[in-house]
């Protein structure tokens, strides 16, 4: 499977090139930012000794969607408790999650926040799933070449997952189940209902395959049955 690091408005340099030498290091090499050129400056390059070429290769982006325009399946960072979202996966739920999808999906990507607020509550939302390291410390905190490096070592085995044959149906399916919960919500009047609204939108990132495909028959025979 493929995935894409994504650093949303990077601050600082040397983070940046923490975070290629991480992903270098455990044989990831695609690094997309979002929102920053902090990575111009030329710490970065000092900091990702041996990793240049990840720092040659970064492709940057104005938003955070724009940067999954070709995501299939997108995990976002937090470490923050959010009222309306929460944790689904730590890095080590999150391995064979990913390994389920790689069998029909081919491209994801892993999403950091900002150093100092993290990712916006609109950002998270743009996520199938989240994810957070846990700690025990009483203020929580890794910084982002850090935070990189516990992924890249949690994940680098989806680097040998064979890449899947699949069809752009296969790969769109998630997305096609949102969009289509989305419009029963609103052909029931209860898409105000924003509590249960959410709570589908962020239960649908954790499918597998064949769930999927089942929750897309259920609606369409309901869509079928109900009155015009």
């Known amino acids: 499977m493929r995935l894409s690091i994504v650093l949303v408005s990077p601050a600082r340099a040397e983070n940046i090139g923490a975070a290629a030498r991480a992903m270098k290091t455990m044989g990831f090499h695609e690094l997309r930012i979002v929102d920053s050129v902090a990575h111009l400056e030329p710490a970065t390059r000092w900091v990702a000794h041996g990793s240049t070429d990840i720092i040659d290769g970064i492709t940057c982006y104005p ?9 299939d399946f997108t995990v976002a960072t937090t470490a923050r408790s959010r009222a309306r979202f929460h944790y689904y996966a730590t890095p080590q739920e999150l391995l064979p999650m990913l390994e389920e999808k790689a069998q029909w999906m081919g491209h994801a990507a892993l999403v950091f926040g900002r150093e100092d607020s993290g990712l916006t509550n609109e950002e998270l939302a743009l996520a199938d799933v989240l994810t957070g390291v846990p700690m025990v410390a009483d203020y929580p905190s890794l910084n982002l070449g850090q935070a990189v490096m516990v992924y890249c070592y949690q994940l680098s085995s989806l680097l040998q997952t064979a890449n ?13 189940l949102r969009a289509r919960v989305t419009a029963l919500l609103a052909r029931l009047d209860v898409a105000g209902d924003v509590k249960m609204a959410d709570w589908l939108q962020q239960r649908i990132g954790l499918l597998t395959h064949r769930d999927t495909a089942m929750l897309h028959r259920l609606l369409h025979d309901i869509e079928k049955n109900m009155p015009e």
């Open 63 to 71: 938003t955070l969607a724009e940067a999954l325009h070709d995501v």
């Open 164 to 176: 899947p044959t699949t069809t752009e149906g296969d790969e769109n399916q998630l997305i096609a």
